[in-house]
Nanobody, 131 residues
Framework: QVQLAESGGGSVQTGGSLSLSCAAS????????LGWFRQAPGKEREAVAT???????TYADSVKGRFTISLDNAKNTLYLQMSDLSPEDTAMYYC?????????????????????????RGQGTQVSVSS
């Protein structure tokens, strides 16, 4: 059973930084997609960033250059480093994961996350950015 647990959310001012973590357990996929998405009240769910076993990373245009997704395989932990935060980044942030096909594909994981088809997800961690 795959389990994901996010941590690291909090409140910051505009321009600040936060680092989110997602501890993963129970998955033994050789080929996988891992990602972050966010949901703010009254807004559509947004796929934020993905990373796969090939270490291919993909980002939403809204966070490119400000957010960095990374994976520590030794710790089974996914990270999202966020900088230059703005109130528009305020949301509940979730990590998600699922198995991926063995073929390398630059956009596969982001497309799957965008369609909300990564089947495993955590409970979320709140990020609030004040002006």
């Amino acid at each position: 059973q795959v389990q994901l647990a996010e941590s690291g959310g909090g409140s910051v001012q505009t321009g600040g930084s936060l680092s989110l973590s997602c501890a993963a357990s129970g998955y033994t996929f050789r080929h996988y997609c891992l990602g972050w998405f966010r949901q703010a009240p009254g807004k559509e769910r947004e796929a934020v960033a993905t990373i796969d076993n090939w270490n291919i990373t993909t980002y939403a245009d809204s966070v490119k250059g400000r957010f960095t997704i990374s994976l520590d395989n030794a710790k089974n932990t996914l990270y999202l480093q966020m900088s230059d935060l703005s109130p528009e980044d305020t949301a509940m942030y979730y990590c998600a994961a699922d198995q991926a096909p063995p073929q390398r594909s630059d956009n596969y994981c982001y497309a799957v996350l965008f369609r909300d088809e990564l089947n495993y997800r955590g409970q979320g961690t709140q990020v609030s950015v004040s002006s």
